[in-house]
């Protein structure tokens, strides 16, 4: 496997124009391969495995599993309208439209917001790199990045009937905080990555974070890359701890989160779920597809599903593939990615789970996706 991995990086990443990645791979017993390939941006040094990612929206499953730990302690439930816990939620408004001079309109929403729609981003929330509409209200709205202004913003769609990725997953971090009375991080690392020992994974950006993280870059217009100094969580700057996007972590640590869940809900002597909220996590909550995203900012983002043949369900955290995927995970898989361009997917049927983290936008680039793919084949050796 080690092999055939090392090989599939190196043919896809150099035709991809990607400097490197790092991959690894395990099952519920330990780690079956890890593999740096190339360096950390155009000329830059080799990679290795314990260099940081910025993981982004990966952060969103490890946030959802602090939810559900207290969800599974009666301090949160899935189904209560979350206004009374987080006022900023309660009697939710609906993007209806603009009037004449630009200036967003809006109506109430046709009922409240939950902890399970916000898992299941079907909340009515978005993100404005997918939507024209919220760029525009933000035009009228302006807010920095990392500020908790950046999380006012109306719905698109009125609760429970639309899957809309976006800025969900920031309000199960604030509810987290709210219900449990300590930082989002502080939670994660009692509770999450502390007993995963996932030691690598903070939303810090102190100076040992920076010695060690691997530089993002943009693609340019003639397909090169150039150093893009961008922190998705805010930086030192950053009004809240992130859910949606915040983490730095290494691809090793990661593995140790996603060998949990073929573990059932422990690992390594820490139970960090009940096997039954791994199961519900685990299983479609959604009665629409789910995982298909439009791009409003090519630049950043392109267009992205993973599996445009199947409408794929969604759970608790996760997109879950209906049907085995072409490039050998089985059906009922748990997958999703982060803005940068890493990827994991975690397989309890074949007993699989495999991390690839890349650092460039834009997310989703076909040939960059390809290396997701190769690499998935060479993990089943197909």
């Known amino acids: 496997m080690l092999e055939r991995i090392k090989t599939a990086l190196e043919t896809t ?40 990612f910025q993981i ?26 979350l206004g009374t816990l987080l006022p900023q939620l309660a009697n939710p408004e609906v993007l209806k439209g603009f009037d004449d001079e630009g200036k967003p309109v809006t109506r109430p929403a046709a009922g409240p917001i939950t902890l399970r729609q916000l898992l299941t981003h079907t909340s009515g929330f978005g993100y404005e790199f997918m939507s024209a509409e919220l760029t525009q209200f933000r035009q009228h709205n302006p807010a920095a990045p990392g500020s908790l202004a950046s999380l006012k913003a109306p719905l698109l769609a009125d609760p429970g009937t639309q899957w809309l990725y976006g800025i969900s997953t920031d309000w199960v971090g604030l509810a987290v905080e709210a219900a449990s009375g300590m930082k989002l991080g502080d939670w994660l690392t009692r509770h999450v990555t502390g007993p995963l020992r996932m030691n ?13 993280l691997t530089p993002l870059h943009v693609r340019t217009p ?44 422990q690992l390594n002597g820490a139970r960090i779920l009940r096997p039954e909220t791994v199961t519900d996590m685990a299983s479609n909550q959604v009665t629409m597809p789910a995982g298909r995203m439009t791009s409003n900012l090519p630049g950043f983002s392109s267009d992205f599903d993973l599996f445009p043949m199947m409408n794929c369900g969604w759970g608790l955290g996760f ?9 050998g995970r089985a059906a009922g898989s748990l997958a999703w990615a982060g ?29 960059t996706v390809e290396v997701l793919r190769a690499f998935e084949r060479a993990v089943y050796g197909k």
């Open 13 to 52: 990443l150099a035709a991809a124009n990607v400097p490197g990645a790092v991959a690894v791979v395990g099952n519920s017993s330990g780690t079956l391969a890890e593999v740096a390939v190339g360096t950390k941006g155009p000329g830059g040094p080799p990679l290795s495995q314990d260099d940081l």
């Open 56 to 81: 982004a929206s990966m952060t969103k499953a490890i946030a959802s599993v602090a939810a559900m730990q207290l969800v599974e302690q009666g301090r949160l439930n899935l189904d209560d309208d």
């Open 339 to 367: 803005i940068a361009n890493s990827y994991y997917w975690i397989d309890p049927e074949s007993d699989i789970a495999a991390v690839l983290c890349m650092q460039h936008l834009p997310f989703g680039e076909p040939a």
């Open 222 to 265: 003639d397909g090169g890359l150039m150093p893009f100094p961008v922190l998705f969580g805010g930086g030192d700057n950053a009004e809240f701890q992130g859910a949606g996007g915040g983490l730095i972590s290494t691809a090793r640590d990661y593995l140790h989160f996603c060998r949990m869940f073929l573990n059932r809900g």
């Open 319 to 327: 997109l879950i593939n209906p049907e085995p995927g072409p490039d």
């Open 200 to 212: 690598d994974t903070t939303f810090a950006f102190d100076d040992a974070v920076k010695s060690r």
